[in-house]
Antibody, heavy 120, light 111 residues
Framework: EVQLVESGGGLVQPGGSLRLSCAAS????????MHWVRQAPGKGLVWVSR????????NHADSVKGRFTISRDNAKNTLYLQMNSLRAEDTAVYYCARAPPSGYNWFDPWGQGTLVTVSS | QSVLTQPPSASGTPGQRVTISCSGSSSNIGSNTLSWYQQLPGTAPKLLIY???QRPSGVPDRFSGSKSGTSASLAISGLQSEDEADYYC????????????FGGGTKLTVL
């Protein structure tokens, strides 16, 4: 069964840092693009970042560029999101999602999400 | 404000057919494939439609997608109570910033 499990969320003060993890299983992780998508409480989905299978290509949304970094460890089948200089507006549930090896940008499956709360 | 535009709400009665629209531009829907997601309350999104009109295995054929130019739509026929959810469209955007653009979401209510 293809599965994605996020972890690492929690409460952090403004200006602080957090690293999210997404453990993948049930498929050849290194073949797939992986993405992070977030959803603020009561709001819609917002794309955050993506990385290709071998880790050589990344893209980030303007809202997180320079503050967030996506990375992966294919030996551990794990995707990461390093989040620095966190702001209140970064408060959201963060989902990791798998996209096809072809580079097309549709997401299947999604993890269950991990909640990040930025507050003093 | 979302790059892709969806109506905030839609509704229908059981058995009815409803459609949800998604409007974009030449840099997103007009030049890239579109996908649709269903998000039931308190759960993660689920892929409903990919590559404009393809259904993943396990998605009922009551759900269908179409695209024309810079607009797209999701149709749900034979509406059921369990279809009550939020629906999102998404497409890559080729604009300077790039990235995946999502619609703002449509809350479907089954009356």
């Amino acid at each position: 069964e293809v599965q994605l499990v996020e972890s690492g969320g929690g409460l952090v003060q403004p200006g602080g840092s957090l690293r999210l993890s997404c453990a993948a299983s049930g498929f050849t992780f290194s073949n797939y693009w992986m993405h992070w998508v977030r959803q603020a409480p009561g709001k819609g989905l917002v794309w955050v970042s993506r990385m290709n299978g071998d880790g050589t290509t990344t893209n980030h949304a303007d809202s997180v560029k320079g503050r967030f970094t996506i990375s992966r460890d294919n030996a551990k089948n794990t995707l990461y999101l390093q989040m620095n200089s966190l702001r209140a507006e970064d408060t959201a549930v963060y989902y990791c999602a798998r996209a096809p090896p072809s580079g097309y940008n549709w997401f299947d499956p999604w993890g269950q999400g991990t909640l990040v709360t930025v507050s003093s | 404000q979302s790059v892709l535009t969806q109506p905030p709400s839609a509704s229908g009665t059981p058995g009815q057919r409803v459609t949800i629209s998604c409007s974009g531009s030449s840099s997103n829907i007009g030049s890239n494939t579109l996908s649709w997601y269903q998000q039931l309350p308190g759960t993660a999104p689920k892929l409903l439609i990919y590559n404009n009109n393809q259904r993943p295995s396990g998605v009922p054929d009551r759900f269908s997608g179409s695209k024309s130019g810079t607009s797209a739509s999701l149709a749900i026929s034979g509406l059921q109570s369990e279809d009550e959810a939020d629906y999102y469209c998404a497409a890559w955007d080729d604009s300077l910033s790039g990235g995946v653009a999502f619609g703002g979401g449509t809350k479907l209510t089954v009356l």
